[in-house]
């Protein structure tokens, strides 16, 4: 069974931690993303990754950094973590290709990050 | 641009009863079209897709929705709710020849009831 793998299912850090959550896939995928969630807001795009040491900003950036020296694993780092980061943060990969609008993601089990 | 509206925050059903989740698109290309489904506490599982075929799919657990062009909607049914059914859906837009990033709804919470 294909997976997309989140190291921690729930984290407290404290303010001004930096902070990595990490994130495996074994399907040999080209794309990852990472996604915010909360409540009445929907899923946000953070940052998404093409291609090894590739990445690409998505629509809430700031405060936030990633990294894919690999191809199966990508992760996102909180510099100084504040209380505004609390959430659900879910990773996402999908194939590359020409047909990637009609693929679809596999998500992972996401990680619930507190932050006090 | 694209966009997804999902009519309903949060639908309650009796168990037994039909599911309707409802989706609203607009693209100005044939799109794509998902639903995913969100268990408590987890990640999202995708449940079915829409990608220009039949019009009418057929995904896991009994779920299915119909792509129809001249209403710009992909709506999700079930005949017979479960309880194992209650979860969070997101419909989900990319287009051909366009961005692969997808554009997801504000999610519907299924509430069923005994």
């Known amino acids: 069974d294909v997976k997309v793998t989140q190291s921690s299912r729930y984290l407290v850090k404290r303010t001004g931690e930096k902070v990595f959550l990490e994130c495996v896939q074994d399907?040999?995928?080209?794309?990852m993303f990472w996604y915010r969630q909360d409540p009445g807001l929907g899923l946000r795009l953070i940052y998404f990754s093409y291609d090894v040491k590739m990445k690409e900003k998505g629509d809430i950036p700031e405060g936030y950094s990633v990294s894919r020296e690999k191809k199966e694993r990508f992760s996102l780092i909180l510099e100084s973590a504040s209380t505004n980061q609390t959430s659900m943060y879910l990773c996402a990969s999908m194939p590359g290709g020409s047909g990637m609008a009609n693929y679809g993601y596999t998500f992972g089990s996401g990680t619930r990050l507190t932050v006090v | 641009a694209q966009s997804v509206t999902q009519l309903g925050s949060h639908v309650s059903v009796s168990e037994g009863a039909l599911v309707l989740l409802r989706c609203n698109y607009s693209?100005?290309?044939?799109?794509?079209l998902f639903w995913y489904v969100q268990y408590p506490n987890q990640g999202l599982q995708l449940l079915l897709k829409y990608t220009s075929a039949a019009t009418l799919v057929k995904g896991i657990n009994g779920f299915e929705a119909e792509f129809k062009k001249s209403e710009t909607s992909f709506h999700l049914t079930k005949p017979s709710a479960h309880m194992s059914d209650a979860a969070e859906y997101f419909c989900a837009v990319t287009k051909s020849g366009g961005s692969y990033i997808p554009t997801f709804g504000r999610g519907t919470s299924l509430i069923v009831h005994p």
């Open positions: 693209s100005s290309v044939p799109p794509y």
């Open positions: 399907m040999d995928h080209e794309n």
